[in-house]
């Protein structure tokens, strides 16, 4: 089982921008795709960025514009560097791997905060 490792959360005010990375033990180019989810308090978890083996994204409505997912495959690191961020975009962001129909892995995820 890969073992996924996310970093770079923490607390930012409104308008600012972080950059998560998530460390793969294993060569990320044997994964379908990888990507980032969040879980807010009270909600459900929801997709924010994807990124496929082929280099195809998606993104949610609620973030596209402000938020570019990418890869370094040299690290086996997948990044999410997010800009203009929003007191709505306060969640744990978890780094998703998927291989094939049955393969999922999950990373512990990082608190992202934006407040003043």
């Known amino acids: 089982q890969v073992h996924l490792v996310e970093s770079g959360g923490g607390l930012v005010q409104p308008g600012g921008s972080l950059r998560l990375s998530c460390a793969a033990s294993e060569n990320i180019r044997s994964f379908n795709s990888m990507g980032w989810y969040r879980q807010a308090p009270g909600k459900q978890r929801e997709l924010v960025a994807t990124?496929?083996?082929?280099?195809?994204?998606n993104y949610a409505d609620s973030v596209k514009g402000r938020f570019t997912i990418s890869r370094d495959n040299a690290k086996n690191t997948v990044y999410l560097q997010m800009n203009s961020l929003k007191p709505e975009d306060t969640a744990v962001y978890t780094c998703?791997?998927?291989?094939?129909?049955?393969?999922?892995?999950w990373g512990q995820g990082t608190q992202v905060t934006v407040s003043s």
């Open positions: 990124l496929t083996s082929g280099g195809s994204t």
């Open positions: 998703n791997a998927v291989r094939g129909a049955l393969y999922r892995a």
